[in-house]
Protein backbone atom coordinates (compact mmCIF):
# COMPACT_ATOMS: atom_id res chain seq x y z
CA UNK A 1 0.00 0.00 0.00
CA UNK A 2 2.80 2.24 0.67
CA UNK A 3 4.40 1.69 -2.49
CA UNK A 4 1.27 2.58 -4.28
CA UNK A 5 0.97 5.85 -2.14
CA UNK A 6 4.61 6.87 -3.38
CA UNK A 7 4.00 5.72 -7.01
CA UNK A 8 0.85 7.72 -6.92
CA UNK A 9 2.65 11.06 -5.27
CA UNK A 10 5.15 10.82 -7.75
CA UNK A 11 3.19 10.68 -10.64
CA UNK A 12 0.94 13.63 -9.22
CA UNK A 13 4.50 15.53 -8.70
CA UNK A 14 5.75 14.78 -12.18
CA UNK A 15 2.41 16.13 -13.79
CA UNK A 16 2.23 19.01 -12.01
CA UNK A 17 5.99 20.27 -12.04
CA UNK A 18 5.39 21.05 -16.01
CA UNK A 19 1.93 22.76 -15.21
CA UNK A 20 3.75 24.72 -12.75
CA UNK A 21 6.86 25.72 -14.49
CA UNK A 22 4.18 26.93 -16.98
CA UNK A 23 2.46 29.44 -15.13
CA UNK A 24 6.17 30.87 -13.66
CA UNK A 25 7.53 31.29 -17.27
CA UNK A 26 3.89 33.01 -18.32
CA UNK A 27 4.77 35.41 -15.32
CA UNK A 28 8.26 35.67 -15.66
CA UNK A 29 8.05 38.48 -18.57
CA UNK A 30 5.83 40.23 -16.07
CA UNK A 31 8.47 39.75 -13.17
CA UNK A 32 11.63 40.43 -15.27
CA UNK A 33 9.79 44.40 -15.87
CA UNK A 34 8.27 44.66 -12.18
CA UNK A 35 11.55 47.16 -11.19
CA UNK A 36 10.61 49.34 -14.49
CA UNK A 37 6.69 49.00 -13.48
CA UNK A 38 5.16 52.55 -12.02
CA UNK A 39 2.60 52.29 -9.12
CA UNK A 40 -0.61 52.79 -9.90
CA UNK A 41 -3.24 54.19 -6.53
CA UNK A 42 -6.67 52.74 -7.20
CA UNK A 43 -9.54 54.23 -5.24
CA UNK A 44 -12.30 52.30 -4.37
CA UNK A 45 -15.73 52.57 -2.69
CA UNK A 46 -18.84 49.88 -1.74
CA UNK A 47 -20.99 48.78 0.79
CA UNK A 48 -20.50 44.99 2.52
CA UNK A 49 -23.60 43.02 3.32
CA UNK A 50 -23.36 41.03 6.38
CA UNK A 51 -26.38 38.69 7.52
CA UNK A 52 -25.95 36.44 10.22
CA UNK A 53 -30.22 35.78 9.95
CA UNK A 54 -32.34 34.67 8.02
CA UNK A 55 -32.91 31.17 5.79
CA UNK A 56 -29.53 32.40 3.76
CA UNK A 57 -27.27 34.05 6.43
CA UNK A 58 -23.72 35.43 4.47
CA UNK A 59 -22.11 34.78 8.25
CA UNK A 60 -22.12 31.91 10.21
CA UNK A 61 -20.63 31.26 13.32
CA UNK A 62 -18.20 28.11 13.11
CA UNK A 63 -16.72 28.10 16.55
CA UNK A 64 -16.99 29.85 19.84
CA UNK A 65 -15.22 29.17 23.49
CA UNK A 66 -16.98 27.64 26.29
CA UNK A 67 -17.02 31.17 27.95
CA UNK A 68 -18.30 33.24 24.66
CA UNK A 69 -22.17 33.19 25.32
CA UNK A 70 -20.72 34.56 28.86
CA UNK A 71 -19.27 37.78 27.68
CA UNK A 72 -20.10 40.60 26.42
CA UNK A 73 -18.25 41.02 23.91
CA UNK A 74 -18.56 37.63 22.69
CA UNK A 75 -14.94 36.89 22.90
CA UNK A 76 -13.72 33.38 21.29
CA UNK A 77 -16.69 33.80 18.16
CA UNK A 78 -15.16 32.81 14.59
CA UNK A 79 -17.03 33.81 11.80
CA UNK A 80 -16.87 32.62 8.19
CA UNK A 81 -18.34 34.97 5.86
CA UNK A 82 -19.36 35.20 2.04
CA UNK A 83 -20.64 38.69 2.21
CA UNK A 84 -22.16 40.45 -0.65
CA UNK A 85 -20.45 43.79 -1.79
CA UNK A 86 -22.76 46.73 -3.77
CA UNK A 87 -22.08 49.75 -5.14
CA UNK A 88 -24.47 51.65 -2.77
CA UNK A 89 -25.99 50.99 0.48
CA UNK A 90 -29.44 49.02 -1.23
CA UNK A 91 -29.12 45.51 -0.66
CA UNK A 92 -30.45 45.47 -4.32
CA UNK A 93 -27.92 47.73 -5.71
CA UNK A 94 -25.82 46.96 -8.42
CA UNK A 95 -22.75 44.04 -6.95
CA UNK A 96 -19.44 44.34 -7.41
CA UNK A 97 -18.52 41.21 -5.21
CA UNK A 98 -18.02 38.61 -2.48
CA UNK A 99 -16.15 39.84 0.96
CA UNK A 100 -14.96 36.05 1.74
CA UNK A 101 -13.22 35.02 4.90
CA UNK A 102 -13.24 34.89 8.81
CA UNK A 103 -13.97 37.13 11.28
CA UNK A 104 -13.51 36.42 15.20
CA UNK A 105 -13.96 38.13 17.85
CA UNK A 106 -10.76 39.36 20.01
CA UNK A 107 -11.54 41.96 22.48
CA UNK A 108 -12.40 40.74 25.71
CA UNK A 109 -13.04 44.53 27.00
CA UNK A 110 -15.14 46.33 23.93
CA UNK A 111 -16.18 44.20 20.47
CA UNK A 112 -13.09 44.38 18.24
CA UNK A 113 -12.96 41.55 15.99
CA UNK A 114 -9.57 40.01 14.29
CA UNK A 115 -10.73 40.20 10.28
CA UNK A 116 -8.72 38.28 7.56
CA UNK A 117 -10.78 39.07 4.62
CA UNK A 118 -10.76 38.46 0.56
CA UNK A 119 -12.25 40.99 -1.60
CA UNK A 120 -13.36 38.99 -4.50
CA UNK A 121 -14.16 41.59 -7.29
CA UNK A 122 -16.67 40.15 -10.15
CA UNK A 123 -17.61 42.90 -12.42
CA UNK A 124 -15.78 45.68 -14.36
CA UNK A 125 -11.99 46.01 -15.07
CA UNK A 126 -11.34 44.73 -11.71
CA UNK A 127 -13.35 41.11 -12.26
CA UNK A 128 -11.24 38.28 -11.37
CA UNK A 129 -9.14 40.73 -8.91
CA UNK A 130 -8.89 40.44 -5.21
CA UNK A 131 -7.84 42.25 -2.19
CA UNK A 132 -6.79 40.50 1.10
CA UNK A 133 -7.08 42.64 4.39
CA UNK A 134 -6.19 41.48 7.43
CA UNK A 135 -6.50 43.70 10.80
CA UNK A 136 -8.96 44.57 13.31
CA UNK A 137 -12.04 46.19 13.07
CA UNK A 138 -13.73 48.27 16.00
CA UNK A 139 -17.51 47.61 14.78
CA UNK A 140 -19.11 49.54 17.46
CA UNK A 141 -16.28 52.26 17.48
CA UNK A 142 -15.83 53.13 13.35
CA UNK A 143 -14.13 54.27 11.54
CA UNK A 144 -11.66 51.33 11.30
CA UNK A 145 -8.48 51.47 9.85
CA UNK A 146 -7.24 47.83 8.25
CA UNK A 147 -4.24 47.18 6.00
CA UNK A 148 -4.27 45.69 2.46
CA UNK A 149 -1.45 42.67 2.75
CA UNK A 150 -1.70 41.54 -0.79
CA UNK A 151 -3.72 41.01 -3.72
CA UNK A 152 -4.48 38.91 -7.22
CA UNK A 153 -4.90 39.70 -11.23
CA UNK A 154 -5.30 43.48 -11.69
CA UNK A 155 -4.32 44.16 -7.56
CA UNK A 156 -1.17 41.37 -7.75
CA UNK A 157 1.40 42.82 -4.61
CA UNK A 158 -1.54 44.99 -3.86
CA UNK A 159 -0.57 47.29 -0.34
CA UNK A 160 -2.46 49.83 1.20
CA UNK A 161 -6.01 50.27 4.04
CA UNK A 162 -9.48 50.03 4.29
CA UNK A 163 -11.44 52.27 5.83
CA UNK A 164 -14.78 50.87 7.47
CA UNK A 165 -17.53 52.70 8.77
CA UNK A 166 -20.91 51.22 10.03
CA UNK A 167 -23.36 52.22 7.96
CA UNK A 168 -26.01 50.55 9.69
CA UNK A 169 -26.61 47.58 11.91
CA UNK A 170 -29.00 46.02 13.79
CA UNK A 171 -28.31 44.59 16.73
CA UNK A 172 -30.96 42.14 17.58
CA UNK A 173 -30.12 40.67 14.38
CA UNK A 174 -26.73 40.87 14.05
CA UNK A 175 -27.38 42.24 10.69
CA UNK A 176 -25.31 45.16 9.29
CA UNK A 177 -24.08 46.87 6.67
CA UNK A 178 -20.33 48.54 6.51
CA UNK A 179 -19.26 50.74 4.05
CA UNK A 180 -15.52 50.45 2.86
CA UNK A 181 -13.44 53.35 1.24
CA UNK A 182 -10.36 51.74 -0.33
CA UNK A 183 -6.79 53.22 -1.32
CA UNK A 184 -4.86 50.01 -2.73
CA UNK A 185 -1.34 50.55 -4.32
CA UNK A 186 -0.22 48.50 -6.99
CA UNK A 187 1.30 47.95 -10.02
Known amino acids: ?????????LFSLGMAMPLLHGIVEDDDEWFQNLHYAKHKVTRLHFYLHDTLSGKNPS??????ASSTKKSSTIFGAVFIVD?????????????VGRAQGLEGSAGQQELGLLVAMNFVFTTGKFNGSSLTILGRNTA???PSEMPIIGGTGVFRLAR????ANTHSLNVTSGNG???YSVVAIHY
Do not use: W
Not at 4 to 9: A, F, G, N, Q, S
Not at 59 to 64: E, G, L, N, T
Open 160 to 163: GFVI
Open 59 to 64: SVQVAQ
Open 140 to 142: LHP
Open 83 to 95: DPLTESPEPTSRP
Open 1 to 9: MAKLVLVIL
Open 177 to 179: ILE
